[in-house]
C-alpha cells in the first residue's frame, strides 16, 4: 500500500481506522472493475459509482486511475510473495522448501483469481518503472523459485546441468497458469492442484538420487 | 480463415491471388495493431491507416471489428494447432511424440509472439460462442496434450495415479508462459527452451522405468 507522505500524515490519528477500511474497500472494488471492464475500460467514476462515493472523494486517496492500478497490482504481489517467501524461510531442505513454495503459490492463486487475473492482464499497462517498483529490478517472485532450483544444486538434489532460471520459468509458468483454467467448486481443489503440481516440478528437476529416496 | 459464403464467390477468378494477399496483409497487421494497442483501444480506423486503406474498404474483408479479432485468434490458434497434431500424427512411443509436441509448440510460441499474446489476451473479448468455435468444445490443444498423456498410461510410461488433464494443464503453462519472458536474441534460444521444457515435463510424469531407461 503504496502511499505519498503528506497523505500517511493526514491518515494519522482517531480516525485512523475507518480510513484504512475504506482503503481496503477501494482496492477491492477497482480490482473487481480493473477485471470487469480491463483498465483501459474502467473509469475513476465507475469506481465511485461502485462504492457510492462522489469522483471527487477518491483524489483524497489515489492521484490518478495509474495510481490505483499500481496499488492493485501492488496489493497481490506483495501478498503473494509474502507467501512463498514464508514458505521459503523455514528450515530444511531446498527440495521440501520448493514444494511447499509451490503449493502456497498454487494455493493462493486459486484463492485470488480476480487479482491474480488484473494482475497478469494489467501489468504492461503500467509504465516501465512502475512496473519494475513491483517487480523489483531482479523479479523477487522468480528470485525465490530460482534461489530454491540453486540451493538444491548445491545440495546435489537438483540435475546439475539444467539451467535455474529455466526452471524457475517453468514452474511459475505452469503454476501461473491456474488462474486460467481453475474455477472453484470445479473438478479439482486449490489443494490437489498444488500437490500434483509440485510433484510434477520437483520430479522434473530432481535427480536420479532423490527420485530413488523419494519413491522408496 | 473463415469467410461468409458470400465473399468467397467474390473473391474466386481472375483476382484471386491478390486478395488472399492483401487478407494475410490484413490479419498481419490487424494482429500488429491489436497488439500495441490492445482490442479495446484499437479501431479499424487505426487498421485502415495503418495499410493505406480507406476503412470502408475494410468491410469487403470483415463486417466488424469483431470478426477480424476472430480472424486473428483463429489463424495463430489453427497454425499452432497444426504445429502440435503434426508431431503427435507421427509413428512412435507417446512420450517420444510428447516431447516432440512440447518442443515444436515452444518454438512455434517463441517466433509468434505477437500473434500468441493477442490470442492470450484478447480470446476473452470474443462472445463464448465464438470462442468456443475456436477452441473446439474440447479444447483441441489441450487435448493433443492429454491424450499423449493417457497413451503413455496406457503403455505404462507415464505414472497411473496422475490425472491427465492436470498434466496436460500443467505442460500447457510452463510452454505458453514462454510468451510472456520470452524475447528473441535473450539468454535462450527457442531450440533450448523447447529441448529443457520437453526434459522436465517428461521427467516430472514419467514412470520410474522410464527414467532409469532415459538415464541409462
Redesign the interface.
Known amino acids: 500500500m503504496r502511499q505519498p507522505a503528506g497523505r500517511s500524515a493526514r491518515r494519522s490519528g482517531g480516525e485512523r481506522k475507518p480510513r484504512e477500511e475504506r482503503w481496503a474497500e477501494l482496492i477491492e472494488v477497482a480490482t473487481q472493475v480493473f477485471y470487469e471492464k ?1 483498465y ?2 474502467a473509469s475513476l467514476q465507475d469506481i465511485a459509482d461502485r462504492l457510492g462515493m462522489l469522483k471527487g472523494s477518491l483524489y483524497y486517496y489515489i492521484q490518478s486511475k495509474e495510481d490505483l492500478l499500481f496499488d492493485v497490482i501492488s496489493a497481490v504481489h506483495k501478498q503473494g510473495l509474502e507467501v512463498v517467501r514464508g514458505r521459503a524461510d523455514v528450515p530444511g531442505g531446498p527440495l521440501d522448501k520448493l514444494e511447499s513454495v509451490i503449493v502456497g503459490h498454487v494455493e493462493h492463486t486459486c484463492r485470488n483469481l480476480v487479482p491474480t487475473a488484473v494482475f497478469l ?1 494489467e501489468l504492461s499497462a503500467l509504465p516501465v518503472e512502475r512496473r519494475e517498483e513491483i517487480l523489483g529490478s531482479e523479479h523477487a517472485y522468480q528470485g525465490v523459485f530460482r534461489d530454491l532450483v540453486e540451493q538444491g544444486q548445491a545440495a546435489g538434489q537438483v540435475r546439475a546441468d ?2 535455474p ?3 524457475a ?10 488462474y486460467r ?1 481453475f474455477r472453484p467448486g470445479g ?2 481443489t486449490p489443494e ?2 498444488g500437490a ?2 509440485a ?3 520437483i ?4 535427480t ?1 538420487d532423490v ?1 530413488k529416496a523419494r ?1 522408496a
Chains 1, 2 share one sequence.
Open positions: 480491463g483501459d475500460g492482464h539444467l539451467d532460471r529455466l526452471a520459468l517453468s514452474i511459475l509458468g505452469s503454476t501461473n497458469w491456474v483454467w473438478t479439482f490437489q492442484i500434483e503440481m510433484e510434477m516440478a520430479r522434473g528437476i530432481a536420479e527420485l519413491t
